[in-house]
T-cell receptor, first 115, second 111 residues
Framework: SQQGEEDPQALSIQEGENATMNCSYKTSINNLQWYRQNSGRGLVHLILIRSNEREKHSGRLRVTLDTSKKSSSLLITASRAADTASYFCATVLNAGGTSYGKLTFGQGTILTVHP | DGGITQSPKYLFRKEGQNVTLSCEQNLNHDAMYWYRQDPGQGLRLIYYSQIVNDFQKGDIAEGYSVSREKKESFPLTVTSAQKNPTAFYLC??????????FGEGSRLTVL
């Protein structure tokens, strides 16, 4: 089963509004990452938050992590039509001492921003 | 520019044929990965490699094979044993447990 699950599955908003996407996971993690995918393209890394961090910012992006609830959220402020894409969370599990962690992806949230 | 190159972008295969998807990176990353994405779905891990001449099965390795003879290259072969190979295939690379850098993907269609 998928480690990460995003909520909602689809989100439709107007330009200028904020968009919030949530991700829940099941097991202990090393870090959690958010990616963006434009239709038919590869994924692009947005932000990485480590298990000992609670919040991280990058431009218009804000990510929070609550390890007690095994959940994360991605907030995009002042959204633009160009933000229209699918957004995925991915977790790197604690790998028992190995430094390379394979990512486990959620199903994604499809964000549509209307001009 | 540094990055990951996948080829071909589109590929058509007849049933019973093996096909090989190419993935090359010039980022000097040790780890490389192959993911499969079906319409409206997330990514599922097929194989990954942390070092040259070594690779590990992911969650859906059946019907696929890989090799890692060079650090820069991690080709994926979709064999005739893969029952439902039509999908979007994504290759990625990374340093340690950090961010993944993805290629633009290869779309395989079985006729």
């Amino acid at each position: 089963s998928q480690q990460g699950e995003e909520d909602p599955q689809a989100l439709s908003i107007q330009e200028g509004e904020n968009a919030t996407m949530n991700c829940s996971y099941k097991t202990s993690i090393n870090n959690l990452q958010w990616y963006r995918q434009n239709s038919g393209r590869g994924l692009v890394h947005l932000i990485l938050i480590r298990s000992n961090e609670r919040e991280k910012h990058s431009g218009r992006l804000r990510v929070t992590l609550d390890t007690s609830k095994k959940s994360s959220s991605l907030l995009i402020t002042a959204s633009r039509a160009a933000d229209t894409a699918s957004y995925f969370c991915a977790t790197v599990l604690n790998a028992g001492g190995t430094s390379y962690g394979k990512l486990t992806f959620g199903q994604g949230t499809i964000l549509t921003v209307h001009p | 520019d540094g990055g990951i190159t996948q080829s071909p972008k589109y590929l058509f295969r007849k049933e019973g044929q093996n096909v090989t998807l190419s993935c090359e990176q010039n980022l000097n990353h040790d780890a490389m990965y192959w993911y499969r994405q079906d319409p409206g779905q997330g990514l599922r891990l097929i194989y990954y490699s942390q070092i040259v001449n070594d690779f590990q099965k992911g969650d859906i390795a059946e019907g696929y094979s890989v090799s890692r003879e060079k650090k820069e290259s991690f080709p994926l072969t979709v064999t005739s044993a893969q029952k439902n190979p039509t999908a979007f295939y994504l290759c990625a690379s990374s340093r340690e447990a950090g961010e993944l850098f993805f290629g633009e993907g290869s779309r395989l269609t079985v006729l």
